[in-house]
């Protein structure tokens, strides 16, 4: 398929997990540039090198969304690596389930905090030169979490949230051409996933609430983002 993407260059958060690497490897097959940014930097250097070694453009850099400098450096060098940043794929996140009740607030504030002040402080480094360059796509990885599950009251509001964030922003990055949009995708079978010990019990609900009565798959994902580019 051509999705009109090919050269361009993409940047996506926590590109060493499973969604990411299954993101990152449709763009590469696009024809597209990949800068791999991860917290985990081993990780995001093995998608990295992989994609390298199918012929792709990709770079690997470590760096931790939720701190400020890092993102403005790790963003600085995909641009001396690749060339300025097109597409922004904010997809680095995680949950950290309990009741309300028997929260940390650690939990609360780490949860909140990387899925919207990281997404914040992504967008920051990557909207001047979009709205510079009146080009720019922005593809926010919300959840559908966002509904609220029991035990997720922290990451079902920080994926809300996230939804709200993706509305209000594409109404202020609209007029340079750039666009921005959330995925809210269900349960997506994961090695992190299928470790959880109640892995059966989220099965089956989540077969229970889904038109089609299966998990997701990583590449599922980036099916919903196959939209071609003007
Ligand atoms: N797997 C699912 O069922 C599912 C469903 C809906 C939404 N999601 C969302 O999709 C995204 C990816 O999830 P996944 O299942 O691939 O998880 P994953 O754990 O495999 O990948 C997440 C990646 O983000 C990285 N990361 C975490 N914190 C970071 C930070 N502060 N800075 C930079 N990188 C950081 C991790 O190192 C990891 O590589 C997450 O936002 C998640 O909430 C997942």
């Known amino acids: ?5 090919s050269g361009k260059v993409v940047l996506i958060t926590g590109g060493g997990g499973a969604l990411g690497t299954a993101m990152a490897s449709i763009f590469a097959a696009e024809g597209a540039k990949i800068a791999v940014v991860d917290v985990n930097a081993e990780n995001a ?9 199918g012929g792709a453009a990709a770079c690997a850099i470590g760096a931790d969304i939720t701190d400020k400098a890092q993102i403005d450096q790790a963003f600085s060098q995909a641009e001396q690596r690749l060339g300025p940043i097109d597409i922004l794929v904010n997809n680095a996140g995680f949950s950290r389930d309990s009741y309300l009740t028997k929260m940390d607030e650690a939990d609360w504030d780490l949860v909140h905090y990387t899925v919207l002040k990281g997404t914040f402080h992504c967008c920051r480094a990557a909207l001047p030169g979009m709205m510079e360059r009146r080009f720019g796509r922005i593809v926010n990885i919300s959840s559908m979490s966002y509904l609220g599950n029991a035990g997720q009251t922290n990451y079902s509001s920080a994926k809300a ?6 509305n209000a922003l594409a109404r ?6 750039i666009t921005v ?7 997506i079978v994961t090695p992190r996933l299928r470790a959880r010990k109640d892995f059966d019990v989220l099965e089956q609900r989540s077969n229970a609430t889904t038109p089609m009565p299966r998990l997701g798959l990583p590449e599922d994902c980036p099916s919903s983002i196959n939209q071609p580019l003007q």
């Open 1 to 5: 398929m051509d999705l009109g993407i």
């Open 45 to 53: 250097a093995t998608v990295a090198a992989t994609l390298t070694d």
């Open 161 to 166: 949230g996230l939804i709200g964030m993706t």
């Open 172 to 177: 202020e990055a609209g007029r340079f051409n």
């Open 181 to 187: 949009n959330a995925i809210a995708p269900g349960l």
